[in-house]
């Protein structure tokens, strides 16, 4: 394959695209698409699809929240162990190792605030590692994974023109 990038590119804009039409946007052959998706799964370059679901729409409660966690790695675990101990949570959807005033951010999803509240209460800040905690609340999504959420809606502000 000549430009693999170009088809994780593709694949990460619409994982649904058929080998035919990967085939067509790369100027390959869709047995060289098919043969290039299985190595990238098999190698763990793709390691998995995801649907953007906006849950808004639905009838399901859940709010996801931001928590920035600060850290003292010990010797020999490092921010790998504990990100992992972090991670295994199953509430938690992402974890990040940051560059900046804190050391790791962490997504959870719950089906409350005072859900969210009880997971950093009881299972994150006490961690023997942890310094601090804060805790964003996402109120409304915009984009993600570079899908606009409502994309129908333009912005209706009036334009003022400075004279």
Known sequence: MQHPEKLLD???QDARLTPAQLAAMTGETEEAVTEAVRAFEKNDTILGYKTVIDWDKTAKESVTALIEVKITPQKGMGFDEIARLIYSHPQVESVYLMSGGFDLTVIITGRSMRE???FVSEQLAPMENVLSTGTHFILKKYKEYG????????DKREVMLAW
């Open 147 to 154: 899908v606009e959420y409502d994309p129908s809606v333009n």
């Open 116 to 118: 969210v509240a009880r």
């Open 10 to 12: 593709l694949l990460c």
